[in-house]
């Protein structure tokens, strides 16, 4: 009978040496790998800040803006709520208020359901006032229903996006502003791109610096951009309006804003 053949010798244990061996040494670190981490960061860095500036920025100015909207509300007689035929003879100005002060509120019909479509006019235009998503007259325009120019100033986008759909205005929209005692209706009747530098915009005639005015007119300045839309300012959207009649708050309620449900 055949002897079952040995069983095969048992393999040798590893080394310490070897085993330690087999254990692979941490990746070097490179420039690459390290550049990359800084420009992931980065870029989320910049993401929160895009959030900021173009969302957060206007939720906190329009809650600033409402509450003073509120307040002068508050504060204001109430019109009457029946409209009446705008009057076309000499309107009262209101008397000039300090740097800051609220001058009266700021309606744009066209803008219902789109974005705020009122706010509060501040005497100024100051970043620390437009960036409460209010709209500044500009100091040393004329004030509101004088002959001449009255020129206010608001944000297109970011800190409450005040005028962030002006190019939504057609040739014939109101554009109202209300104060104590009077209601104020401007018709828009046209709009132009400027760069920054084109002061003659607030001229009491506009675009004519040294003329004379004869009307009562209303401008709106804004930022403007040529590669960006409305995400950017280099450049100026300008909206001109001209002063079509008035009414005293006693009296009634302009068809354009009593159409939104009053004041």
């Known amino acids: 009978m055949t002897q079952p053949p040995a069983p095969a010798p048992a ?11 087999a254990r ?32 957060w ?5 329009r809650q600033d803006a409402d509450a003073v909207l509120a307040e002068v509300r ?10 009446a035929e705008l009057r076309t003879d000499d309107p009262p100005v209101p008397d000039p208020v300090a740097h800051g002060e609220v001058i009266g509120v700021l309606t744009v019909p066209r803008w219902e359901g789109l974005t705020r479509n009122a706010m509060p006019v501040v005497e100024g235009t100051t970043p620390d ?6 709209a500044g007259r500009y100091t040393g325009t004329q004030q509101v229903g004088e002959v001449g120019n009255v020129a206010l100033a608001g944000h297109r986008r970011t800190w409450g996006d005040s005028f962030r759909h002006v190019d939504r205005l057609v040739p014939g929209d109101a ?15 046209s ?20 003329v004379a005015p004869t009307e009562r007119l209303l401008t709106l300045t804004t930022c403007h951009s040529r590669t960006l ?25 302009p068809e354009p804003v009593l159409a939104l449900g009053g004041a």
């Open 74 to 83: 508050a504060a204001l007689p109430p019109a009457a709520a029946t409209t």
């Open 229 to 253: 839309g409305e995400f950017g300012n280099d450049q100026r959207w300008i909206t001109y309006a001209a002063f079509v009649g008035w009414l005293d708050r006693a009296e009634g309620t």
């Open 129 to 134: 006032l437009l960036d409460r998503a209010m």
């Open 191 to 210: 709009h132009e791109i400027v760069d920054p530098s084109e002061s003659s915009v607030l001229a009491p005639v506009p675009r004519q610096p040294g």
């Open 24 to 55: 692979r040494a941490p990746a070097p670190v490179s420039v690459a790998g390290v550049l990359g981490e800084l420009l992931i960061t980065l870029g989320v860095l910049l993401a929160l800040f895009l959030v900021w500036q173009l969302w």
């Open 57 to 61: 920025t206007t939720v906190t100015a």
């Open 175 to 189: 554009v109202v502003i209300e104060t104590a005692s009077t209601w104020y209706v401007y018709e828009v009747t």
């Open 11 to 21: 393999p040798p244990r590893a080394r310490p040496r070897a085993a330690a061996r």
